[in-house]
């Protein structure tokens, strides 16, 4: 399996994100093309591409685009989803502050071809070397004309807004998203309707994944079937593998999609330790777990779900032989725990007792009955809450205990931990 | 990031959601301790969103808030409201729903540690006992000197750079106990210790005020490094491979006559990852290279421009 880089292409060459150099290298010249073509035109080309959202859900963004409802006199908005948060996932942060001028050319693309002329970038708070970057980049395009008034003559006007979160991983999810941009608690919405009729300020807008604008310049330069010689037909494109934890040499790995992890592996070197791959996860924490027996499976979004997995942020996390998974059970669902909203009864509750269950079976004093009652809880949290922050958080739950069951038993037989007790109380108590 | 809470009567740990814990509200908090400047910077806020929409400033308006005063105040409460035409509770309801936003005054610098699965099972619960002993604080607590407010955070998405802190935000990957423990050392004798990626270290106001989307020319610190080794591996792996995405330079134009589309893709000079990109050190700071991974046959600064 060839590396593939396209999104990734200019990262260590002479600093990529100053504007000057993304020039020299094909940059802005996907927007020009672009803007010789008809606004339907593009949508088109972008569906025909199959480009699926790099967000984590795989929806396909010529679709999504295609639903904004056209001349129907409102304004329109792009909302551009940077918080990225999903634990290990770690792709759009190094593509901003590296190569940002890759998305703003991909956000002027997607505002002529859903007619919008204002486009908001949401990125998250932390970030603050990507907001510092992308600040700088939209300014320098509006010094060359590509954003601002009349685009490059063609008559298009667009802007871009930065916006910088404050600390919700919920604000990722595409709705919240909306809420916390139009300054409110950032908790999901009911949909439908779906932000393509009923988004920001209640007006038809596109929400896309950094990645998946970024991949747009180089769809209209490289047309459909170009993007469909990478990957499944169905599930195509570059997909940048974010490859961390007990592995040689982590680090972003831009392959076709449809790679396996047992190609991945190879190209980072293999394990750290030397010791054997015991659980991994594809996507994100989000995505259930897999293991050494999954080695094989197409990484793409289709196969994937098949697999009973999904692709999510193609954040893979790796985990050996030495590494307990409860305790990374447990530290997973104190993050959905305290990342929450709070909305829905399910995934609030659930969580806040999840953690404490896992808790006490790391510790020692957990029992038998207490693997159903995870079981009980992660069934109830599945399907019931708004979003999938709470799909997200049964994940890890339920597909350890799937396939490690033994090891929560060994928990209880052992009173703790077979891994040792880690007694890590600092001085002040906490 | 619980918030962990002794019950006193019954000496178990309770778990509190911090969404759920309401702000210190000890006064009702006084608008007019903003100067004019800063209603300037609150008014050039509103102007980025659309007409009518002047709530969208309230995320960045309480950065505002806190890169004035370290944390969000009453008086910071009472100053969006009044600017926005929000009620109070309006305000307070938003602010003690985000991580970032402070209930306590935070010291000259933030100091996060990754606390999340990777990162924890890579060594960031150790950094974090390690400085909680070194500091003698613990979550969202601030040394007596002001100098240090420590937390535990989620994934700070450097997964890659395991296990990871932040200062002010900005990233000082690869950490260890040793390094971390003098990365505050350091901090607390007045020493401000380069970020691995990011700009060069200023303060937590200094910082809010950048996230709040006000920077000069410093600020944005045009020069500063946001790449490393992890960040390039996969880019340098392939220069050394010789691997290529296909190529869209020379590719024909797909033809439904002639299936021409369907031929294998030819590898362009145009789409090759420079062989300069492999030979250059792995950067520390943004090595410069002479020419674009992707375009060897140019150079990437401007025609006349030199280092």
């Known amino acids: ?430 | 990031m619980t918030i962990e809470v002794r019950n006193e009567q019954t000496g178990f740990e309770t778990r509190e959601n911090f969404r759920t814990t309401i702000m210190k509200l000890d006064r009702p908090g006084d608008p007019s301790v903003f100067g004019q400047s800063v209603r300037a910077d609150a008014q050039a806020i509103i102007a980025r969103y659309p007409a009518g929409q002047s709530r969208s400033a309230l995320l960045p308006m309480l950065h505002l808030v806190q890169s004035e005063q370290g944390y969000v105040t009453p008086d910071g409460i009472a100053f969006c409201a009044d600017v926005l035409d929000l009620t109070k509770a309006q305000v307070a309801a938003v602010a003690t729903f985000y991580t970032m936003y402070k209930r306590e005054p935070t010291g000259e610098f933030l100091v996060s540690v990754c606390r999340n699965t990777l990162c924890g099972l890579l060594g960031g619960d150790e950094i974090y006992a390690a400085l909680t002993e070194a500091l003698r604080i613990g979550m969202n607590e601030t040394t007596a000197d002001g100098k240090i407010t420590l937390e535990h955070a989620e994934c700070l998405a450097a997964c890659d750079y395991a296990p990871v802190v932040t200062v002010n935000y900005e990233f000082y990957d690869n950490q260890t106990v040793e390094s971390a423990t003098d990365l505050v050392d350091r901090l607390r004798a007045g020493e401000r210790p380069a970020p691995t990626r990011g700009a060069p270290l200023c303060t937590f106001k200094q910082i809010e005020r950048q996230i709040a989307g006000f920077f000069d020319e410093t600020s944005l610190a045009a020069d500063a490094n946001g790449s490393g080794v992890p960040t390039e591996r996969g880019i340098r792996l392939a220069v050394e491979r010789g691997d290529t995405a296909p190529s869209y330079a020379t590719k024909p134009q797909p033809s439904a006559a002639s299936g021409a589309g369907t031929s294998a893709p030819a590898k362009s000079a145009a789409d090759q990852p420079s062989a300069a990109a492999a030979q250059q050190p792995t950067s520390e700071h943004d090595a410069p290279l002479d020419t674009a991974a992707s375009d060897p046959a140019h150079p990437a600064k401007p025609e006349g421009q030199k280092d």
């Open chain 1, 1 to 430: 399996m060839p590396l593939t880089p396209v999104l990734t292409k200019r990262f260590g060459t002479n600093q990529p994100w100053l504007i000057d150099n993304y020039e020299q290298l094909d940059g802005y010249a996907g927007l020009r093309k672009a803007l010789t073509m008809e606004p339907d035109a593009l949508i088109a080309l972008v569906k025909d591409s199959n480009l699926r959202g790099r967000g984590g859900a795989g929806f396909p963004t010529g679709m999504k685009w295609q639903f904004i409802p056209q001349n129907d006199g409102n304004p329109h908005y792009v909302v551009i989803n940077a918080d990225e948060g999903e634990p290990g996932t770690c792709r759009d942060l190094p593509l901003m502050m590296n190569d940002p001028h890759s998305m703003i050319e991909g956000i002027v693309i997607a505002c002529y071809a859903v007619r919008a002329n204002h486009a908001f970038v949401y990125i998250r708070g932390e970030a603050v070397h990507a907001i510092r970057r992308v600040s700088g980049a939209v300014a320098e395009a509006y010094a060359k004309g590509y954003l601002g008034t009349d685009v490059l003559g063609s008559g298009f006007t667009v802007d871009i807004t930065v916006h910088g979160g404050a600390g919700a991983y919920i604000c990722g999810e595409e709705t919240a998203l909306l809420d916390s941009l139009e300054g409110k608690r950032g908790q999901p919405r009911l949909k439908p309707p779906f932000p393509a009729t009923n988004g920001l300020y209640d007006a038809p807008t596109v929400v896309n994944n950094v990645g998946t604008l970024a991949s747009v310049p180089y769809i209209v330069l490289g047309g459909a079937e170009w993007f469909k010689e990478m990957g499944p037909e169905g599930s195509p494109g570059p997909c940048i593998y974010s490859l961390s934890g007990r592995v040689t040499n982590p680090g972003q790995y831009e392959a076709p999609m449809g790679s396996t992890l047992r190609e991945l592996l190879e190209l980072a070197g293999g394990m750290s330790r030397g010791k054997q791959l015991k659980f991994w996860t594809p996507g994100g924490s989000s995505t259930p777990m897999f293991t050494q027996e999954h080695l094989d499976i197409a990484l793409d979004f289709d196969a994937a779900i098949k697999a009973g997995s999904m692709n999510g942020t193609s954040a893979v996390m790796i985990f050996d032989e030495d590494d307990c998974v409860v305790r990374a059970t447990l530290k997973w669902i104190e993050f959905y725990e305290h990342e929450s909203c709070g909305k829905c009864t399910p995934c609030r509750e659930g969580n806040y007792w999840m953690a404490q269950v896992l808790e006490r079976l790391e510790h020692g004093h957990g029992t038998m009955e207490d693997l159903e009652t995870l079981l009980d809880a992660s069934d109830n949290i599945l399907g019931r809450s708004f979003c999938a922050l709470g799909d997200g958080a049964a994940s890890p739950v339920m597909s350890s205990l799937k396939y490690f069951r033994d090891e929560y038993v060994r928990h209880v037989e052992g009173k703790g931990c077979p891994f040792g007790a880690r007694v890590l109380v600092g001085a002040a108590g906490h």
